[in-house]
């Protein structure tokens, strides 16, 4: 796909068809991509979680309070080591940059396959992290659901966004 129809086209999924896997295939070039992101130094200091299995994405979902989330066939889970990430003089650490850039690419490299995403903070971390045994130095920075949308309504859904000159200045 056109990249800029990529980014255009990308919204938030809530209603995931339940009988629709993506394929291992399809997954890995999703990990690919975001395998493939920048990070401060290259110190790459992420781990992608694929969760597929019936079991575990039920103690996953449970982490989440919106039951939409429940038809999702997938549950990608970005973490990161922040003694991993690159830390500045002054003290910034690049942990979240490093993830977030990750979990972009990802997303905008699923929604390039037709596979649906919503990126979710919201999620209880600390129940998440029980689940998944993550260790004392690791963070759970982001998930989102992976899948393909139910009806494709969402697909349709117009972005509310600010107007351009809100948003940008080109000075
Ligand atoms: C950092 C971040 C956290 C978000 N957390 C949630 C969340 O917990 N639950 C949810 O339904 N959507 C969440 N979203 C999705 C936003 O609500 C959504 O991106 C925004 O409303 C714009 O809509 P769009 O993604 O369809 O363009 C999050 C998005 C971002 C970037």
């Known amino acids: 796909m056109e ?26 070039k999703i990990a ?8 401060a130094a290259n110190l790459q200091p992420w781990k992608f979680l694929f969760v597929s299995s019936p079991e575990l994405l039920e103690k996953v979902r449970e982490c989440y309070s919106r039951r939409w989330i429940d038809n999702a066939p997938h549950i990608l889970i970005v973490k990161g080591s922040r003694s991993r990430a690159w830390v500045r003089r002054d ?16 997303i905008l490299a699923a929604e390039n396959l ?14 998440l ?3 998944l045994g993550i260790k004392s130095d690791e ?4 998930i989102t659901p992976l899948g ?3 009806d494709g309504s969402e697909r349709k859904r117009e972005k509310k966004r600010y107007d351009l000159d809100q948003a940008a ?3």
């Open 3 to 28: 990249f800029m129809k990529v980014v255009q086209n990308r919204v938030s999924c809530r209603a995931y068809d339940p009988n629709r896997e993506i394929s291992k295939e399809l997954l890995v």
């Open 32 to 39: 690919e991509a975001g395998k493939a992101a920048p990070s």
């Open 91 to 106: 003290g910034y650490n690049s942990l979240e940059t490093d993830l977030t850039i990750a979990m972009d690419h990802m």
């Open 114 to 127: 037709g596979i649906a995403s919503c990126w979710i903070a919201a999620f209880d971390n600390e129940k």
């Open 129 to 131: 992290r029980a689940v």
């Open 139 to 142: 963070e759970i920075f982001a």
């Open 148 to 150: 393909y949308s139910a």
């Open 169 to 171: 200045e080109f000075i």
